[in-house]
């Protein structure tokens, strides 16, 4: 199939353009605040310049006093406690008396406009007793006494998971070679390009709308309707257009609260748009882990041990932290076959602002941890990087380490196709000096078998709506952040019924018209939305079939808008009408995703059991300079299995996306804090994220195993193909010098001290 | 979104009209691209309510001019010549290389077509701790420059040391370039290496009510040899970590007999390295490079008032001063 014919249909497989593209490249598209309502205000958030503090008093007399000041919103207000995990509600909207980081929300201001707000903020006093505030996760465990959030039941840990599968230590004391080494990752942040925003707004009958600009609105609106008292019923979360999330927007926040709570209080609509300082501080980003990682290989190159001591530094609140805690050990076994494997994560509360989920949640760093001890283990033996990963393939359906099934599995592929392209066998270990290739690999889930709360219902839904006209409307719960299931939902609908796609309605991530999604994490949505989706959609394609074939014959294909059978064919819109008379009603149909039974038999078993599981390999290319330690990762070579690439192009897109973030973070991305834990810099010049011109050329390869559970074969391309990037890159860097980078970023002081501490000899990796 | 504090924009049609502006309004600051100053308004650095823009100024102030002078040829660059223009102008291209390549990478593409040479010229001092919304400046505890009365880059400093961060200062101090000036009481031409002043607060001689309208660059710099060099995290945006500038005239028999060296984005002013005269008449060759690099490393002392590690920045600085002048003497 050319591309060009692929292009016009749309259906499975076809490059078919996204269907918001234009609207973000011409500006048409609609963001949360472009949103605007008569009679609308600006509400701007007081935050707390103590790291950790009792309050004792809030005064807004005089900030309401203030010409063109509205209304005022004190935590004492909306006091109930929530949190995206139903374990864990330990956020306040604003705090009533106790700040556990610096930006943490105090009061709100509702204005005329956002500089009014802003001026009656410095009006407003505040009393506090300064707290000793803890600002790692070393001093958080050093300091039991000192409760950073009251939700720890011990100490400040808020939550511990140690698993042990197999003899451990006896596979260590016989093992061939070993690494055991301390590694290091610096937190990071998402950086969406739009900042938080939400609309609130109440109608005559007290119903209660929010815009926001959120990736999970089905959560939102659950913990809406707890926090503000009121029936769920009479709350509609509605997702506007979103310019980027990457797990920065899938925790109800503070803003979401407060607009809802001052457009109750003053009758008129309310808008808070987050300042890029502010999206700094709602963060929910990347945590920073230490991990004291052992790899044992056997003679043969066998990985017959993984030992992973982590400490998780997570800032002042839980966000997914419980889930942090197991997907730092739970999700590293695979795409190779360990004997035996023990982890200890312990995560903390520190006086920072809170970390979350942030694109290949909690895995992104053990991997990092893990991918360069296996070459420091295989460079022992004489084993090159890319054969000791072959060597240890776990293979298809099998069961992992920790009692995860793998069903499909392309990684031999991925690395075959990384190792050609770079021509890895002429060329690694010989670049010369300052030049290297580096491998890894990795494994990612495509959605949980664990709701975030306990449920027995879909985790999604979908709905979809035929009318006469041969329009089809598909109402889906699902959040398009940026990734494209919008998009994709036009293409399942063109699969299944034949339809043009361009001729198809997607209502989305609205909670009174559309079914529950449980929002955009996890990598889930393609595949528990598309399987819904695809659901829905045969049911009406069986329907017009029956219809349809009263006038052309059985054997129906149905294609771009054309019901074709042995005795003719008709549009797709007469099927339509056909169909419609033959039911005597509208024609409708649902799908869903119903979770299923995943996972080890243990507690924590299914956290991090996925229906299906992707698998990506990259091989980086870097320069080294090394009089300056400067460096420059000019390639990255990345092979993704995503199962079935519905829409190449998306997922090429993803696996670009990916591949940028992951060396990102490798070369300059840090959430630095000062002594008072005062975030350094919180703005995007400060905080460096790399330009297009520091971004490698990308070679995104798609790799096509066929689950046999995803939807048309799929898995997942939005977060896995992150994960191999930053030890591709170190183990890169040791080719063209021979250094092992263990800490992240890696900053080029940070490379030439390892330069200058080289013993003579060391210069560069021997080639295997 | 960060608001602007509550300003009078006047939009002044000529050089007299601005300046009688700038002298009658108090505390009123020049608006040249905004590039700096909005941000730094939004930022509540300053204390004003009037904004003399320039824009209406274009055709005064916005010329590429060879011309002879008193002094032999020059080459003029008025003050509202864009960072973008100064980039590409032919005239720069040829006779001040490294003026345009200093331009080709200050900020980023949107910015260098707003941002103007005067702008540049006079671009604030910056800090990581100045720089920064009020809250944030707030819980940090305020500092000399602005608020407060400590300075959280030197303790105990009596003098705010933010950072000269413009990229066009070394070139141009290293090509012997003047200013002019023009003032409620006239006109007056200020050489670059006496414009800069040791104090963040305020670093340059200019009044409050004086205006910088063009930048002078005496033409025996078309036959200097010359190079700049930027160090910075990100290959755009970003502002300095170092930036240096070498200019240098040599003999056909590969001596030197002319020589400026300037490293900036280290404390308040951008200095020329002192005491260079004993160099002239040696062969401008490794040697060469290599001692500037050791002058340089000696006279040099980065601060933490640049977000990127100053013992780094102090320890590579030889080797970016060696590779400067090395190119400088190859072009
Ligand atoms: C993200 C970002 C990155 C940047 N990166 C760089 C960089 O890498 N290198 C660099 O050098 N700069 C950088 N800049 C700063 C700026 O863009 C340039 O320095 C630009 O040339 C400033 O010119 P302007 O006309 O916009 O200045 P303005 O903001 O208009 O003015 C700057 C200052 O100079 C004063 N002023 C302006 N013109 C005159 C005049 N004719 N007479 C007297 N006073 C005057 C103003 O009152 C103000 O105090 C960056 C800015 C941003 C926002
Ligand atoms: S150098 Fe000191 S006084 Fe000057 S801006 Fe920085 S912290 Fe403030």
Redesign the interface.
């Known amino acids: 199939m050319s591309r060009s014919s692929h292009h016009e249909r749309g259906d499975i497989g076809a490059r078919f353009p996204k269907v918001d593209g234009a609207g973000k490249a011409d500006g048409s598209g609609v963001y949360t605040d472009d949103l605007a309502f008569p009679r609308m205000l600006h509400a701007k958030l007081l935050r707390s310049p103590h790291a950790h503090a009792r309050i004792l008093n809030i005064d807004v007399s005089a900030a309401e006093r203030l010409p063109g000041v509205i209304a005022t919103l004190v935590g004492a207000e909306m006091p109930a406690k929530y949190g995206v995990i139903p374990w864990t509600h330990d956020e306040q909207a604003l705090a009533t008396d106790h700040v556990r980081f610096i930006g943490d929300e105090v009061a709100c201001v509702a204005a005329l406009d956002e500089r009014t707000a802003e001026e009656a903020l410095r009006l407003i006093r505040v009393d506090y007793e300064p707290l000793p505030a803890l600002l790692s996760a070393e001093e958080a465990l050093a300091h039991p006494e000192i409760k950073v959030n009251e939700k720890a039941k011990v100490g400040n840990i808020t939550k511990e998971v140690k698993l042990e599968f197999g003899p451990v230590d006896e596979a260590i004391a016989t093992a061939a070679a070993i690494t055991r080494e301390r590694y290091q990752y610096a937190g990071s942040t998402h950086a969406p390009i739009e900042p938080h925003c939400a609309v609130a707004r109440v109608d005559g009958d007290g119903n209660l709308t929010v815009w926001s600009s959120t990736q999970i609105p089905h959560y939102v609106h659950r913990e809406l309707a707890r926090v503000l008292g009121l029936p769920p019923a009479r709350v509609r979360v509605i997702q506007p257009l979103l310019g980027g999330a990457f797990g920065g927007k899938s925790d109800p926040f503070s803003l979401e609260f407060c607009v809802a709570k001052l457009a109750l209080k003053t009758g008129r609509p309310v808008k808070i748009l987050f300042t890029r300082e502010e999206v700094f501080y709602a963060h929910r980003g990347r945590h920073p882990m230490a991990m004291d990682v052992t790899v044992a290989l056997d003679a043969g190159g066998r990985i017959s041990a993984v030992d992973n001591k982590i400490l998780i530094d997570g800032g002042a609140y839980a966000s997914f932290g419980l889930v942090t805690a197991y997907y730092a050990g739970q999700l590293l076994t695979g795409p190779y076959r360990f004997g035996t494997y023990r982890f200890d994560s312990k995560r903390m509360y520190t006086n920072k602002p809170p970390c979350g989920p942030k694109r290949g949640h909690g895995s992104v760093q053990p991997r990092f941890a893990f991918e360069v001890a296996l070459d420091e283990a295989a460079e022992k033996l004489g084993i090159d990087p890319i054969e000791v990963r072959r060597r240890n393939f776990i293979g298809e359906d099998v069961e992992t380490v920790n009692g995860q099934r793998i069903t499909s599995n392309g990684f031999l592929k991925c690395l075959e196709l990384v190792e050609q392209a770079s021509g890895w066998k002429e060329r690694h270990g010989k670049l010369g000096p300052g030049r290297g290739l580096g491998v890894a690999g990795s494994m990612y889930i495509s959605g949980t078998a664990y709701p975030v709360y306990p449920n027995e219902m879909p985790q999604s839904g979908v709905l979809v709506k035929l009318d006469r006209s041969g329009r089809v409307a598909v109402f889906s719960g699902a959040s398009d952040i940026g990734q494209g299931v919008n998009t994709l939902l036009c293409q399942i609908a063109a699969e299944e019924l034949g339809c043009d796609p361009r001729e198809v309605t997607v209502v989305a991530a609205d909670t009174d018209l559309t079914p529950v999604d449980m929002g955009a994490y996890s990598s889930r949505v393609t595949f528990m939305n598309g399987l819904a989706a695809r659901e829905a959609c045969e049911k009406l394609a069986r329907k017009l079939k029956a219809a349809a074939s009263v006038r052309v014959g059985d054997e129906i294909e149905l294609e771009l808008g054309t019901v074709r059978g042995p005795r003719g064919s008709i549009s797709f819109a007469e099927a339509c009408q056909l169909a419609e008379a033959a039911e005597g009603a509208p024609l409708s149909a649902t799908g869903g995703y119903r979770t299923q039974k995943l996972g080890g038999n243990y507690r924590g078993g299914t956290i991090g059991a996925s229906p299906a599981y992707s698998f990506t390999a990259h091989v980086a290319e870097v320069e080294v300079d090394e009089e300056t330690g400067i460096w420059k990762v000019t390639r990255i070579w990345a092979a993704h299995d995503c199962g079935k690439a519905l829409n190449p192009t998306l997922v090429e897109g993803q696996i670009e996306g990916s591949v940028y973030m992951g060396a990102a973070e490798a070369q300059m991305e840090e959430m630095v804090y000062g002594k008072q834990g005062l975030l350094f810099g919180p703005s995007l010049l400060d905080y460096k994220i790399p330009t297009s011109l520091d971004t490698p050329l990308i070679d995104a390869l798609i790799v096509e195993s066929h689950d046999p559970n995803g939807p048309y074969g799929a898995k997942e391309a939005g977060e896995g193909p992150l994960h191999p990037a930053i030890p591709a890159i170190a183990n890169a860097i040791h080719d063209a010098c021979g250094i092992r980078l263990r800490e992240l970023p890696f900053y080029p002081q940070r490379v030439l001290q390892l330069l200058q501490a080289r013993v003579p000899g060391q210069e560069r990796r021997t080639a295997c | ?6 300003l009078q924009l006047h939009r002044p049609g000529s050089v007299r009209e601005a300046v009688e502006l700038l002298a009658s309004k108090p505390n009123a600051r020049v608006l040249a691209g905004g590039t700096d100053i909005v941000p730094n308004l939004k930022h509540g650095i300053y204390e004003t309510e009037h904004l003399i823009a320039l824009r209406g100024l274009s055709s005064e102030l916005r010329y590429v001019r060879r011309d002879g002078g008193r002094d032999g040829d020059s080459i003029r660059l008025g003050a509202l010549c864009t960072i973008d223009q100064l980039s590409k102008d032919p005239d720069v291209l040829q006779s001040l290389p490294a003026l345009a390549d200093a331009c080709r990478q200050i900020a ?1 593409p949107q910015l260098r077509k707003m941002g103007t040479l005067g702008g540049n010229l006079c671009l604030d001092t910056r800090c ?1 701790y100045i ?6 400046r ?3 505890g305020f500092c000399l420059k602005k608020d407060g009365t400590a300075c959280h880059v030197v303790a105990q400093g009596l003098r705010c040391v933010a950072a000269a961060s413009n990229d066009t200062a070394p070139v141009l101090l290293a090509l012997g370039a003047s200013v002019r000036i023009v003032g409620p009481r006239g006109e007056r031409v200020v050489p670059l290496a006496d414009f800069y002043l040791h104090d963040g607060i305020h670093n340059t001689v200019l009044e409050p009510d004086e205006l910088l309208v063009e930048a002078a660059v005496p033409l025996p710099a078309a036959r200097l040899k010359q190079a700049f060099f930027k160090l910075r ?7 300095s970590a170092i930036n240096l500038a070498v200019a240098l005239a040599v003999s056909p028999a590969g001596l030197v007999t002319a020589l400026r060296l300037c490293v900036s984005a280290l404390a308040a002013r951008p200095a020329l390295i002192n005491r260079l005269q004993d160099l002239v008449g040696q062969p401008a060759d490794l040697h060469l490079a290599e001692e500037l690099g050791r002058r340089a490393q000696k006279q040099c002392k980065p601060l933490t008032n640049i ?1 990127v ?1 100053p ?2 920045r102090r ?2 600085l030889p ?2 001063v060696r590779r400067t002048v090395l190119r400088a003497i190859a072009s």
């Open positions: 979104m960060l608001t602007l504090p509550r980023g990581v720089n920064q919304s009020y809250f944030w707030s819980a940090l995290t990100r290959a755009a945006i970003d502002y977000g590690d013992a780094y320890e590579i080797v970016l």
